[in-house]
């Protein structure tokens, strides 16, 4: 038995640490990249994904192992100043209640009224965080639309 403190401990070897397969680029640096990005698209973009494959070359030439995947990116634009996000929704019909937003994935609060009789009754959901709302048949989000607006969330002049 060897002595403590020397020899081999336990059967557990020591392994060298692997180097990052990738890295997540700071937030600031997205948002920056992205307002930019939509300045030179045209004041806005027609998808999430679209946007992301815009950004990605912009990330990478900063450090060539960032990656940025379409949550993360709708995340942190949904409170950047500069950036509004427009959501387009299919209903689709489910008497099962929401958990999350599928937005934001931030909780939801129902949306109450009561009925004559005194009851209370569910009309649906809010987030509270977003500005996602659904009732009773089910409000999917279908497709992002991203808008580069004033810092005050005005719209901005279109450029002549």
Known sequence: MPAKGGGESGGKRHRPRRPPKYRLPPGDLVRAVARRQLGRMGQSNRSQAGLRRALLPSLTAKDPLFVLGGWRLRKLLLD??????????????????????PVCRSALRPIRNRTLEGDRVTLGYRCTHCAYWTHLRRRVPVRYRFVRVGLDGDPLDPVE
Not at 80 to 101: F, H, I, W
């Open 80 to 101: 950047s100043p500069g950036v509004r996000v427009d959501v387009r929704y299919a209903e689709r019909p489910t008497r099962r209640p929401l958990q999350r937003c």
